[in-house]
T-cell receptor, first 111, second 113 residues
Framework: SQTIHQWPATLVQPVGSPLSLECTVEGTSNPNLYWYRQAAGRGLQLLFYSVGIGQISSEVPQNLSASRPQDRQFILSSKKLLLSDSGFYLC??????????FGDGTRLSIL | AQSVTQPDIHITVSEGASLELRCNYS??????LFWYVQSPGQGLQLLLK??????LVQGIKGFEAEFKRSQSSFNLRKPSVHWSDAAEYFCAAGAGGSYIPTFGRGTSLIVHP
């Protein structure tokens, strides 16, 4: 069966520091991969999605970037974090038009 | 533009009472429809999905949803709510050939003992 792993679960970073969140999927090939952000009390905001290695689409221009160095690996990065980058980050995968499956999320706090 | 609307931000029910969470969609054609549940600090878990066929869909945890084309709705129901059902519920819709679903803003379910 397919599984998705996202880490770390919690992260506290100072303003201006770099960021790297990692997400990996097991048990499937060439999945669609997604990064979402969920601010407190808000809905889901799609940040990036990828349909293949090296193919990244950005939905919202911002301080973050994403990369897909391997088929089932999706990384969310920032060179310099802002206070507004705080939130709950969710990675998800899907196949074609099938529903997405989500990781457990990373709670990012910027100090 | 495609959209999914969850009209209720919060819903409060007593334990043991029935539940209905509303979801309306606006799509060019009949979309694929999903309901997810999110417990605090967790990711989203798929409750059920509708692609075609029987308009009454059974899901996990005793939930069901009914697709009504005439009302552009896909409401989630449960006959008897348990305290553990307290969570955030998201309705989502997708179109054939698209891999980016549209999510509603979510409905927060509060369960009173």
């Amino acid at each position: 069966s397919q599984t998705i792993h996202q880490w770390p679960a919690t992260l506290v970073q100072p303003v201006g520091s770099p960021l790297s969140l990692e997400c990996t999927v097991e048990g499937t090939s060439n999945p669609n991969l997604y990064w979402y952000r969920q601010a407190a009390g808000r809905g889901l905001q799609l940040l990036f999605y990828s349909v293949g290695i090296g193919q990244i689409s950005s939905e919202v221009p911002q301080n973050l970037s994403a990369s897909r160095p391997q088929d089932r690996q999706f990384i969310l990065s920032s060179k310099k974090l802002l206070l507004s980058d705080s939130g709950f980050y969710l990675c998800a995968w899907s196949e074609s038009s099938q529903p997405q499956h989500f990781g457990d999320g990373t709670r990012l706090s910027i100090l | 533009a495609q959209s999914v609307t969850q009209p209720d931000i919060h819903i409060t029910v007593s334990e043991g009472a029935s539940l209905e969470l509303r979801c309306n969609y606006s799509y060019g054609a009949t979309p694929y429809l999903f309901w997810y549940v999110q417990s605090p600090g967790q990711g989203l878990q798929l409750l059920l999905k509708y692609f075609s066929g029987d308009t009454l869909v059974q899901g996990i945890k005793g939930f069901e949803a009914e697709f009504k084309r005439s009302q552009s709705s896909f409401n989630l129901r449960k006959p008897s709510v348990h305290w553990s059902d307290a969570a955030e519920y998201f309705c989502a819709a997708g179109a054939g050939g698209s891999y980016i679903p549209t999510f509603g803003r979510g409905t927060s379910l509060i369960v009173h003992p």
